[in-house]
Nanobody, 123 residues
Framework: QVQLAESGGGLVQAGESLRLSCAAS????????MGWFRQAPEKEREFVSA????????RYADFVKGRFTISRDNAKNTMYLQMNSLKPEDTAVYYC????????????????WGQGTQVTVSS
């Protein structure tokens, strides 16, 4: 079993930055892909970004390219999402996910999910 815990969310103004963290526990997921998703009120959950276990492969949704950066520290079993130039439309609950397959994580079919952290961006 894998447990994921997100942190770092909060309330910021447009143009500011936040750094989200996702700490994994329960087993070593060093070879697992990790990813971020978000869900805004009354909207479906959507893919934000993913990173392979080596960190050598990353993918971003078009709406965050150039603003968000995903990274991971395998020694700490932790993934990060640096979010810059935040916009009000980035307001959502952000979830982390992990699994052995990059394709499955990107498609939202991960077995393991965190509880989410709220990000609110005011205009």
């Amino acid at each position: 079993q894998v447990q994921l815990a997100e942190s770092g969310g909060g309330l910021v103004q447009a143009g500011e930055s936040l750094r989200l963290s996702c700490a994994a526990s329960g087993r070593n997921i060093i070879t697992y892909t990790m990813g971020w998703f978000r869900q805004a009120p009354e909207k479906e959950r959507e893919f934000v970004s993913a990173i392979s276990w080596t960190g050598g492969t990353t993918r971003y949704a078009d709406f965050v390219k150039g603003r968000f950066t995903i990274s991971r520290d395998n020694a700490k079993n932790t993934m990060y999402l640096q979010m810059n130039s935040l916009k009000p439309e980035d307001t959502a609950v952000y979830y982390c996910a992990t699994g052995p397959s990059f394709a499955e994580v990107v498609s939202g079919r991960s077995e393991y999910w965190g509880q989410g952290t709220q990000v609110t961006v005011s205009s």
